[in-house]
């Protein structure tokens, strides 16, 4: 196994940071939907709305964002990301009206929607095969640790600043921009991604690039890609959607519809709430969050750590079985009001199989499965799935747990069993191969 040297892991770490302010502006909003909804007087709907407002945006966040990743390069997407993670915390912070709100919300959303894809893409293309499901995972495990530092943020500012009737949610909504600024002046050191400079003519910079990052034999894995993009070439208008990309479109779809339909943005979004339903105050609810984001955090370290030896399949199988059982159970909960232990219990489990097992694979899986020349535009498509499922369930969910607290549990469960078929039957294995075997396994010629 190649090294992981210290170039490879600062760059892997910083197109991370993308991720981690995708998790961290994915769940500050759970922390204000007290005050969102007492500010500016919001109903269930409306409610739904302001935080379905940010998923808006990363449907076309991760849409628009394929075409400068192929033209611009993975790099120059990354900087202007974070510029626009910049300014929807400020904006987010100092929003005037609930419009300006939505808009700013809107805008972030389209910085997480390309974070989703420019992050994980960046990182699968400068990985050796190795080591590349772990250092793909690390979005995903920079996603769980701004969920978790936005859980603690939110509750470390409610007791600081105050409850749903004072300025905190400000605060709350404003913090991201620290990170954002950061993430800014990280990238102005990273190197471009070598197979994007392959697919420019630049193989002596793509060589170069993957000296620096510890590739044993860089010439050959240059000559690797070279082959590959070579048995690619057809005319520059030729149609994503055609015969021999089916496969790997149809595998990111159902990989990306069944990560959401799991209902894991219900919890993280509306935490707080759902404890607040099992019978919580307010307080112990926000922190009934933390341990919620860490749990998150240790498990998705355990898939981190097993990704490349069990492999991608056996995760979303075992992930799968436990994701529904443990849904079954808060749904009872829920519905009975046998207890909020019962309910922390059954959440803490379910965000457990879920790290370990769809939180760790969705984004290495998405990054493997198509070939070079249409990475960008199949993550992107993945992604897009990934985020409409997102934003359906977002904006329906307080809707629909108002008139039945365990029903929306006793659904995402059924689709956890149906999953569990669904990846039985028709994924393959992508552990430990090149990408470009990859895209011969899958039949891309």
Known sequence: MPPLNAQLLRSAGVASLG??????????????????RLH??????????????ALLGTIVGSLAVGAPLESRGRRP????????????????????????????????GIAIGGSSVAAPMYIAEIAPPEVRGRLVALSQLNIVIGILAAYLSNSIVEVLVGGPESAAWRVMLGAPVIPALVFYLSTLGMPESPRWLIARGRRDNAEAVFRRVGAERPQEVVAEVVASLAGERVAANESFFQQKYRRPILLALMVATFNQLSGIN?????????????????TSALWQSVIIGVTNLVFTLVGMSVIDRVGRKRLLLVGAVGLAVCLFVAAWALETKAGGVLVLGSLIGYIACFAFSQGAVIWVYLAEIFPNRVRARGQALGSFAHWVWAAAVSWTFPIVAQA?????????????LVQFVAVAALLPETRGVSLEAIQRELGIE
Request: charged content about 5%.
């Open 19 to 36: 991720s981690f302010l995708f998790g961290f502006d994915t769940a500050v909003i759970s922390g204000a939907t007290d005050a969102l």
């Open 77 to 108: 997407v990354l900087r202007g990301l974070a510029v626009l993670y910049v300014i929807s915390a400020l904006g987010c912070g100092l929003a005037w009206t609930w419009p300006a709100l939505l808009v700013f919300r809107f805008l972030g």
């Open 404 to 416: 039945s607290g365990g029903l929306p549990f006793v659904v995402f469960g059924v689709l956890m």
């Open 40 to 53: 500016y007087m919001l109903d269930a709907q409306q409610l739904g709305f302001t935080v379905a407002s």
């Open 266 to 282: 219900a919890l993280i979004y509306y935490t707080a709430d759902i404890f607040a339903m099992a019978g919580a105050g307010r």
